[in-house]
């Protein structure tokens, strides 16, 4: 009986390790999502500026020619980029939500580290491994 809650024990702090392993991974996840979802956001701030210049010099010197270099193309591709970035974002929200719904989950299914210690607390002031099972105390009875 006693081995039985012991290995319950050791199961059930095998299983917090591992959801605390999942919690932290997905925390770090979220990190990497959301610093890339920074840079992203400045690289678009950035050729935003640089496609409104152009358009600026084009539209005030009247031909794509004065535009110290810059052609027609280029300013396409910058379009591209901007709007493969804005996509990249997108799909990147997407996933720090995903990630943050996963981590309300666990949270609703899983006890907090600081409920855990109170129920650590508790068990460890009752310490049920020192009392007997009511088959124990027959045995006992039985033997005297």
């Keep these: 009986m006693v081995e039985l809650q012991q290995a319950q ?39 935003n500026d640089k496609l409104k210049k152009l358009e600026d010099k084009i539209n005030t010197q009247g031909s794509v020619e004065n535009t110290g270099g810059a052609s027609l193309e280029e300013v396409e591709s910058m379009k591209a980029q901007i709007s493969e970035l804005y996509n990249k974002i997108q799909g990147l929200k997407q996933e720090i939500e995903s990630l943050s719904q996963s981590i309300d989950s666990y949270k609703g299914e899983f006890v907090t580290k600081k409920e855990f210690q109170e129920i650590k607390y508790l068990v460890d002031s009752i310490n049920p491994l020192e009392y007997v099972t009511y088959k124990q105390i027959k045995d006992l009875l039985k033997k005297e």
């Design 9 to 47: 024990q050791a199961g059930v702090a095998t299983n917090i390790k591992a959801i605390n392993a999942t919690v932290m991974l997905l925390s770090q996840k979220i990190g990497y999502l959301v610093r890339n979802e920074k840079i992203l956001s400045q690289n678009i701030l950035v050729l």
